[in-house]
């Protein structure tokens, strides 16, 4: 009797341990990404008396975020920037930039974003919004930033471990950080362009 019963258990088991398993990988698992800082370009524009728009860099900055490939959902995540890292091929108009007018380093030196969530788009696979908080010159405030991610793999060459290439972009207005000289004049844009460019890590 035991063994009859024993054997009607069994495809009840199999059945309960194929659903666990199942669940499991419907759900997905979140992983920590870490930025590569030889693969991170962080790019920014802005208008120059209407003539041009000047093009920059900051060349350090650093982050890592905790994300699931599989459902796209976003727990934490935070980008830091190195505010006197700023470059604009010009050394003047770096040292402005850096002074009280604008970024304020020696009181500020780090820019930081802080992700809260990541909200994919209906109509692509690979685009989305993320939102979070931007930091800069002692004022935080909500921003969103476009997202592409461009590619999910293994890294072809190296011993790096599975890499995320990821395109992301937001247009700001400086002066709500209380970034506002040459705004008022429109010597200095206050719209700016914010791109980053990274590749990160799965650890």
């Not at 019963?5 to 997905?28: E, M, N, W, Y």
């Not at 009280?100 to 992700?115: E, K, Q, V, Y």
Request: with cysteine; aromatic share 10%.
């Amino acid at each position: 009797m035991k063994t009859i019963f024993h054997d009607a258990l069994q495809p009840i088991r199999f059945c309960l341990g194929f659903l666990v398993v199942a669940s499991s990988l419907t759900k997905g698992q979140p992983a920590d990404w870490t930025i590569d800082p030889e693969h991170f370009s962080i790019a920014f524009e802005a208008q120059h008396i209407g003539f041009q728009s000047q093009l920059g860099f900051f060349l350090e900055g650093s982050g890592s975020f905790r994300y699931d490939p599989q459902t796209k959902a976003l727990s934490s995540g935070r980008v830091e920037i190195q505010a006197d890292s700023i470059f604009t091929n010009h050394e003047d108009r770096d040292d402005h930039l850096t002074s009280r007018d604008f970024l304020s380093t020696r009181r500020n030196p780090i820019i930081a974003f802080d992700a809260t969530r990541f909200t994919p788009a209906s109509d692509a696979d690979n685009r989305g919004t993320l939102t979070g908080n931007l930091s800069m010159l002692g004022e935080t405030h909500p921003v969103e930033l476009a997202v592409v991610i461009n590619k999910q793999a293994r890294y072809p060459f190296g011993h790096r471990q599975e890499t995320l290439g990821i395109s992301a972009q937001t247009t700001i207005l400086r002066s709500r950080w209380g970034m506002d000289y040459g705004v008022a004049n429109d010597m200095v844009g206050d719209e700016v362009v914010l791109r980053f460019e990274f590749e990160a890590i799965r650890q």
